[in-house]
C-alpha cells in the first residue's frame, strides 16, 4: 500500500519557521540511535506471520477498551483530504486508515490491546475462509443481521458486485490481487474475464465465483491461493452495495458497512462521521463505536497539528491525527518528554520511500544516466525534513525490515554511509554519457516536508551536473498524478508498504512490468523480461524462507542493475493526542493510531 498523500500492510514536517534549507552536505538525523533496540523488536515482530482465525475468533463484539465510556466529539487534524473513498479504490495509507471505522470485508484484522498482535479472522463472513482443493477453492459464509448504514441487508449480491466492478475501467487505483487470481494471469489482462464489470448484464462464470445462496460466496481458482485471507482484509475488497452503486459517483458518497457513516464531506476542508446506527456490535469482532462523532479539518500540516495538540486546549484537548505525525522541529522533545508519554504513540512502519526514474522518457533509458542520478542524490534532506533517524533512518533496498528478505547490509549506492551523495562520481557518468547539464523535472508533493527535501535533493543534483527543475503536485492528488503513464516528471518520490508480511506484496505491484497502466503502482514504468519471469518463478514457491531468499534477489537486482529508482528511507512513526483522548494505541497493521479503539475521555 502506498504511504499517504503517499502506499500498506499499509511526506513529512519541516523545520521551524526560519530554518535553513538543508543541503545534502548535512549529517541527519538527531542523537536517536537509528538501530534501537525497540527499532529491532517493532521490526522483526512484524516479520512474523499472521495467524487466520476460526468462527470463535470472528464472534463480535470486540473486546471492550478499558475504561472506555460512550459520547463525545472527536477532532481529527489532517494533512491530506481523501480523494477516494470508494473502496475499490482506497490504497493508500490515509484512506486506509478512514476505512477502518466505515468499510468491512469478509475479512478483517483483529488486534490485540496493544496492537502488537493481530489474526485474520471473519469480518462480514463468519470466519476467515474454508479452503479446499488444496487453496484453490475457499467458502465464505455470511454472518446474520449485517447491514449496510442506509438498513439494507448485505447479502452474496453485493458481494458479487463487490468483486465484478473491480474489473470496470473506472477502477483503477486499488489493489490487484484478487482480479489477477481470478483472471489467473499477471498485469492487467485481468481486465479481458469481464471487460466492463457487471454493467452491461454480463457476470463472472460460477466456476470463478459462486453465490448459490443469500449467505454464501465461494472463490474457484486455477492455482492455489494460500494467502487470500489477508488479500480480502484489504479496505480495497470491503464490501459495496449493489443497490446503491453509482459507479465513479460511488467515490464521493458511498454506502458505508462500518460503525460510522460520513454525514458531510468537502473535500479539501472537513468531513463529519456519525455513528452508523444500523451496525449492530454483535456482528464485529474488530471495531468499537464510542465517540459519537469525528470531525476532520484538512490541510493541517505536520507542524500545524503538533502544536494544536501539544496546547491542549478547548477542542483539541479531545483531538489528534490518524495520519499525520509530530513535525521534525518538535520531534525530538516531545519524544525526551516524560509528562508527554501518555500522549504519545511510536512505531516501526513497514514503508520504504523511493525515488522514481521515469523509464518511459528518452533521456533516462541511458543506464549511465540512471547511474548519476543513483549516486549524486541525496537522502539526508530527505530524513531530515521529516525529523531525522527518530522519523526513519537510510535505506539500501525496497524490503522494509518489518519484511522477510530485508538485508541490512545491502547499500549497492552507499547511502548509509555516505547520505549525502556523492556528486563527483555522479558528474563523471554523467560527463562519460555527453549528459552535462541535462534537464530534469522533479515532481514533488506540495507540503512543507517536500518543498524542503526538494530543493535540497535538487541542489546536490546541481551539483554533480544536472538542471533540475521542481514542480509541485498537490498532495491530495499525489498518487493519481504520479501514477499516469504520460506524467511529464522524470523523477518523483514515492512510499510503499507491504500488504501483508511478504515481499509478494511489494516487488510484483511496484515492478512488474506487466502492470504499467494508468493508476497502477509501477511507477517507474519498469518492464524487465529478466525481473517478470523471476516474479513468476517466486510466487510459486511455497515454502517461506526460500521465499525471503528469492525476493531479496529480485530487490538486489532491481536496486543495482536495473536502476530505475533510488531507496530513501525505511519509515517509524511518532504521533500525539490530546489529553482528553483515550484508547491510544500504535497499530502495527495500521502503521499507525487505531482509529477503532478511540474515546473521549
Given at each position: 500500500m502506498s504511504r499517504g498523500g503517499r502506499h500498506v500492510y499499509a511526506a513529512l514536517s519541516v523545520l521551524a519557521a526560519g530554518a535553513l534549507v538543508l543541503t545534502g552536505c548535512s549529517k541527519g538525523g538527531s542523537d536517536a540511535n537509528d538501530n534501537n533496540k525497540q527499532d529491532k523488536e517493532n521490526a522483526a515482530r512484524q516479520q512474523k506471520s499472521i495467524k487466520f482465525g476460526n468462527v470463535a475468533d470472528s464472534t463480535g463484539p470486540a473486546a471492550a477498551v478499558p475504561g472506555a465510556k460512550a459520547g463525545g466529539t472527536m477532532e481529527v487534524l489532517q494533512r491530506d483530504s481523501y480523494a477516494h473513498l470508494d473502496p475499490a479504490q482506497i490504497y493508500v495509507s490515509d484512506e486506509g486508515s478512514l476505512a477502518t471505522l466505515i468499510h468491512r470485508g469478509l475479512t478483517g484484522y483483529k488486534a490485540s490491546s496493544n496492537g502488537k498482535t493481530h489474526e485474520v479472522v471473519g469480518d462480514l463472513a463468519t470466519d476467515s475462509g474454508t479452503p479446499s482443493d488444496g487453496g484453490k477453492t475457499w467458502k465464505y459464509t455470511l454472518k446474520d443481521g449485517i447491514k449496510f448504514a442506509d438498513g439494507t441487508p448485505i447479502t452474496s449480491t453485493d458481494f458479487r458486485q463487490t468483486f465484478e466492478r473491480l474489473f470496470a475501467t473506472f477502477v483503477n487505483q486499488g489493489p490487484t490481487y484478487l482480479q489477477q487470481w481470478m483472471a489467473d494471469t499477471s498485469g492487467v489482462d485481468y481486465r479481458k474475464l469481464l471487460p466492463d464489470g457487471p454493467y452491461k448484464g454480463k457476470h463472472l462464470p460460477s466456476t470463478v465465483l459462486e453465490t448459490p445462496d443469500a449467505k454464501t460466496v465461494i472463490f474457484h481458482f486455477k492455482s492455489p491461493h494460500a494467502d487470500l485471507p489477508?488479500?480480502?482484509?484489504?479496505?480495497?475488497?470491503?464490501?459495496?452495495?449493489?443497490?446503491?452503486?453509482?459507479?465513479?459517483?460511488?467515490?464521493?458518497?458511498?454506502?458505508?458497512?462500518?460503525?460510522?457513516?460520513?454525514?458531510?464531506?468537502?473535500?479539501?476542508?472537513?468531513?463529519?462521521?456519525?455513528?452508523?446506527?444500523?451496525?449492530?456490535?454483535?456482528?464485529?469482532?474488530?471495531?468499537?463505536?464510542?465517540?459519537?462523532?469525528?470531525?476532520?479539518?484538512?490541510?493541517?500540516?505536520?507542524?500545524?497539528?503538533?502544536?494544536?495538540?501539544?496546547?491542549?486546549?478547548?477542542?483539541?484537548?479531545?483531538?489528534?491525527?490518524?495520519?499525520?505525525?509530530?513535525?521534525?522541529?518538535?520531534?525530538?522533545?516531545?519524544?525526551?518528554?516524560?509528562?508527554?508519554?501518555?500522549?504519545?504513540?511510536?512505531?516501526?512502519?513497514?514503508?520504504?520511500?523511493?525515488?522514481?526514474?521515469?523509464?518511459?522518457?528518452?533521456?533516462?533509458?541511458?543506464?549511465?544516466?540512471?547511474?548519476?542520478?543513483?549516486?549524486?542524490?541525496?537522502?539526508?534532506?530527505?530524513?531530515?525534513?521529516?525529523?531525522?533517524?527518530?522519523?526513519?533512518?537510510?535505506?539500501?533496498?525496497?524490503?522494509?525490515?518489518?519484511?522477510?528478505?530485508?538485508?541490512?547490509?545491502?547499500?549497492?549506492?552507499?547511502?548509509?554511509?555516505?547520505?549525502?551523495?556523492?556528486?563527483?562520481?555522479?558528474?563523471?557518468?554523467?560527463?562519460?554519457?555527453?549528459?552535462?547539464?541535462?534537464?530534469?523535472?522533479?515532481?514533488?508533493?506540495?507540503?512543507?516536508?517536500?518543498?524542503?527535501?526538494?530543493?535540497?535533493?535538487?541542489?546536490?543534483?546541481?551539483k554533480a551536473g544536472f538542471d533540475v527543475q521542481r514542480q509541485e503536485i498537490p498532495a491530495e492528488t499525489y498518487y493519481d498524478q504520479v501514477s499516469k503513464l504520460n506524467n511529464n516528471y522524470d523523477i518523483f518520490h514515492s512510499a510503499w508498504g507491504a500488504d501483508w508480511p511478504s515481499a509478494s506484496t511489494v516487488i510484483p505491484p511496484l515492478y512488474d512490468g506487466r502492470v504499467i497502466a494508468d493508476g497502477a503502482q509501477n511507477y517507474p514504468q519498469v518492464n524487465d523480461p529478466k525481473v517478470n519471469a523471476d516474479i513468476d518463478a517466486a510466487n510459486k514457491i511455497t515454502d517461506p524462507v526460500k521465499a525471503a531468499a528469492a525476493w531479496e534477489k529480485i530487490d538486489e537486482y532491481l536496486v543495482k542493475d536495473v536502476v530505475a529508482f533510488v531507496p530513501t528511507a525505511y519509515y517509524k512513526q511518532t504521533q500525539i493526542a490530546g489529553s482528553k483522548v483515550g484508547g491510544l494505541v500504535y497499530d502495527d497493521v495500521i502503521g499507525g493510531v487505531d482509529p477503532r479503539r478511540l474515546f473521549v475521555k
Open positions: 489477508y488479500a480480502l482484509a484489504m479496505a480495497g475488497y470491503a464490501v459495496v452495495s449493489a443497490k446503491g452503486d453509482t459507479q465513479v459517483k460511488y467515490d464521493k458518497a458511498p454506502v458505508t458497512s462500518g460503525p460510522y457513516k460520513i454525514q458531510s464531506f468537502k473535500s479539501g476542508k472537513s468531513m463529519v462521521l456519525v455513528k452508523n446506527t444500523n451496525w449492530d456490535p454483535k456482528t464485529d469482532p474488530i471495531r468499537n463505536q464510542y465517540v459519537d462523532q469525528f470531525n476532520f479539518t484538512f490541510n493541517q500540516q505536520y507542524e500545524t497539528s503538533t502544536k494544536a495538540l501539544l496546547a491542549d486546549s478547548g477542542a483539541d484537548q479531545a483531538g489528534l491525527s490518524f495520519n499525520n505525525q509530530v513535525d521534525a522541529g518538535n520531534l525530538s522533545s516531545v519524544l525526551k518528554d516524560p509528562k508527554l508519554k501518555s500522549r504519545t504513540i511510536s512505531g516501526y512502519q513497514p514503508y520504504v520511500g523511493q525515488m522514481n526514474i521515469n523509464l518511459s522518457h528518452t533521456a533516462l533509458k541511458d543506464k549511465t544516466v540512471r547511474e548519476a542520478i543513483a549516486y549524486a542524490l541525496p537522502v539526508t534532506p530527505f530524513l531530515r525534513a521529516y525529523g531525522g533517524t527518530d522519523a526513519m533512518e537510510t535505506a539500501g533496498g525496497t524490503i522494509s525490515p518489518t519484511v522477510s528478505g530485508y538485508n541490512a547490509a545491502f547499500d549497492p549506492w552507499g547511502k548509509k554511509k555516505n547520505p549525502a551523495g556523492d556528486p563527483a562520481k555522479a558528474k563523471a557518468l554523467l560527463k562519460k554519457a555527453g549528459k552535462l547539464n541535462m534537464k530534469l523535472t522533479f515532481g514533488y508533493i506540495n507540503t512543507p516536508e517536500g518543498q524542503q527535501y526538494s530543493t535540497a535533493m535538487a541542489a546536490g543534483l546541481k
